[in-house]
């Protein structure tokens, strides 16, 4: 890295449509149905980042789905920090390997929600 300019190595979703047509069950518990998240940022770090927020602060989802998610969305939270730490340090290898996992978890509650 120069003086003034940084290097940067992050993670986005590449189309945000992909998320919706993924994890439709689970994009529905973040934003609603896909009309209403027009103005959201739509995205698998965003997924991620509003399930865990509406798991631990909203009374909008009923007991037992909380109860039925609480293991998946506490894996959700340690692969994102994980994934943030690879990104700072500039290990691009492991932050591959954990988008993966990342998507792997939520394909799993996705499962999880739709039984």
């Known amino acids: 890295m120069g003086k003034f300019l940084q290097v940067r190595v992050s993670a986005s979703t590449y189309e945000p449509e992909d998320v919706y047509r993924q994890w439709p069950q689970l ?18 770090r965003e997924l991620s980042s509003v399930l865990q927020d509406k798991w631990k602060f909203s009374e909008d989802w009923p007991a037992d789905l909380k109860n039925l998610l609480a ?15 690879a990104l700072a340090d500039r290990r691009a290898d492991v932050a591959d390997r954990i988008t993966y996992e990342l998507e792997d978890a ?10």
Do not use: N, P
Not at 33 to 38: P, R, V
Not at 71 to 85: A, P, Q, V
Not at 106 to 115: A, H, K, S, W, Y
């Open 71 to 85: 293991k998946g969305i506490d894996g959700l939270g340690e692969l994102d920090r994980s994934l943030d730490d």
């Open 27 to 44: 994009s529905r518990l973040a934003w609603g149905e896909k009309e209403l998240a027009d103005t959201k940022t739509v995205g698998v």
């Open 106 to 115: 939520l394909d799993e509650l996705e499962r999880m929600v739709t039984q």
